[in-house]
């Protein structure tokens, strides 16, 4: 039997990290997997770090965004590149990762080919689609798209099941991400990668804070009150805050207007991932609105605290190891001070269990599409 051919379709840094332990995986058995790579560079520069990290080249490499792009372009142009790929690859299964828009553009392009098509980061879900915009509306649009639902938990496979999936369409992983911060995580501390010099210098006798944000429905008032709660907390003689500042204009030009020049606060530019690993290693805690550094954060120990109103990992929320505080100002500070001032709750946040998964989210992934496509696994 030949083996299955695996299309993976991405396009963001997001995706590349959750889709790149996935690809290297299945590459580790050619006998039972043809591996073919697209990516719509949707993120350019961000997504070709990520995937010089993990030594990956594209078999496809589509470059169509252009700057200043709405979400009318980008899905239209995605969508028509996406075409003669599928043609020509003609996959047994399309694999594509999470909420973007090359998300849902390449499950809709594999649903027209009559592929199958693989989600992964299945069932994550707010209930409001417009928290995050255009995200839930994507991951709503490419269940219904999707033959094989990898689940990264229980709760998101139930989100499934509300919505009428069969059970044996679900498989629950564990969080692809996982397994991508592990592999870093262990190559850094082995030495067999290193993390170039940091953009600033930092103080030791200072409580690192990192931030990231670039969450669309925050542009305006919401970071404007972000940075308003940054401002406040750099003020400490015991805090360090480093932000690296999307490119976003929307993002630029708060954090630029209230941070610039503040004597506690580094802004730097976007990091790539190994770098970006080695400060979350190197933080006290970790202040975001992205959904990747909610899962990543646990397994370093690092409690998170997520400046959105609603999340769709709430397993993080329950199990305490991240804490909602949107854009409010006095919610932002009087947690961060927690955190910063109570050791004990400090020590309880820091060791809690991560319920994203254990690092072998790829080989579950792997042992279902060759039970579906292929034959049963031992």
């Known amino acids: 039997?030949?083996?299955?051919?695996?299309l993976f379709i991405f396009g963001t840094r997001p995706e590349a990290i959750k889709l790149c332990p996935t690809i290297l995986h299945l590459r580790r058995f050619p006998s039972e997997f043809a591996v073919r790579v697209c990516v719509t560079a949707q993120h350019r520069s961000l997504l070709d770090q990520v995937l010089q990290v993990f030594a990956i080249t594209?078999?496809?490499d589509l470059d169509v965004?252009?700057?200043?792009?709405?979400?009318?372009?980008?899905?239209?142009?995605?969508?028509?590149?996406?075409?003669?790929?599928?043609?020509?690859?003609q996959p047994?299964?399309?694999?594509v990762q999470g909420d973007t828009t090359t998300t849902f553009c390449g499950a809709l392009a594999?649903?027209?080919?009559?592929?199958?098509?693989?989600?992964?980061?299945?069932?994550?879900?707010?209930?409001?689609?417009?928290?995050?915009?255009?995200e839930e509306m994507n991951r709503v649009l490419t269940t219904r798209l999707t033959s094989l639902h990898f689940a990264p938990t229980e709760m998101s496979a139930a989100n499934l099941r509300k919505e009428?999936?069969?059970?044996?369409?679900?498989?629950?992983?564990?969080?692809?991400?996982?397994?991508?911060?592990?592999y870093i995580k262990s190559r850094l501390e082995n030495g067999r990668i290193v993390a170039p010099p940091l953009?600033?210098?930092?103080d030791p006798s200072r409580k690192m804070i990192l931030v990231t944000g670039h969450r669309r429905e925050s542009f305006g008032d919401g970071f404007l009150r972000i940075c308003q709660s940054l401002q406040r907390l750099a003020a400490r003689p015991d805090v360090e805050v480093v932000y690296p500042v999307h490119p976003n204009p929307n993002v630029q030009d708060p954090v630029n207007q209230l941070l610039a020049g503040l004597p506690n606060v580094h802004l730097i530019a976007p990091q790539e991932y190994v770098p970006f690993v080695d400060l979350m290693r190197r933080s006290h805690l970790i202040l975001t609105d992205s959904g990747g550094v909610q899962e990543e954060?646990?397994?370093?120990?690092?409690?998170v605290l997520v400046m959105r109103e609603k999340t769709e990992r709430p397993e993080a929320v329950h199990a305490g190891t991240t804490r909602l505080v949107g854009t409010d100002p006095q919610r932002i500070i009087a947690e961060a001070e927690l955190l910063l001032d109570d050791a004990a709750e400090y020590d309880r946040r820091s060791h809690m269990h991560n319920p994203y998964g254990d690092g072998r989210a790829s080989e579950r992934i792997a042992a279902a599409i060759q039970r579906r496509l292929i034959s049963p696994v031992e």
Do not use: W
């Open 1 to 6: 039997m030949p083996p299955c051919k695996v």
């Open 58 to 60: 594209p078999d496809h």
């Open 65 to 89: 965004m252009l700057p200043g792009q709405t979400l009318f372009q980008s899905t239209s142009r995605i969508l028509s590149a996406l075409e003669p790929v599928l043609r020509h690859e």
């Open 92 to 95: 047994d299964m399309v694999l």
């Open 110 to 134: 594999a649903f027209y080919q009559r592929a199958a098509v693989g989600h992964v980061e299945a069932g994550l879900r707010t209930g409001d689609m417009f928290q995050p915009f255009p």
């Open 164 to 182: 009428g999936i069969p059970d044996e369409q679900i498989v629950v992983t564990g969080n692809t991400g996982i397994d991508a911060l592990l």
């Open 199 to 202: 953009p600033y210098l930092p």
């Open 297 to 303: 954060a646990p397994s370093l120990g690092k409690p």
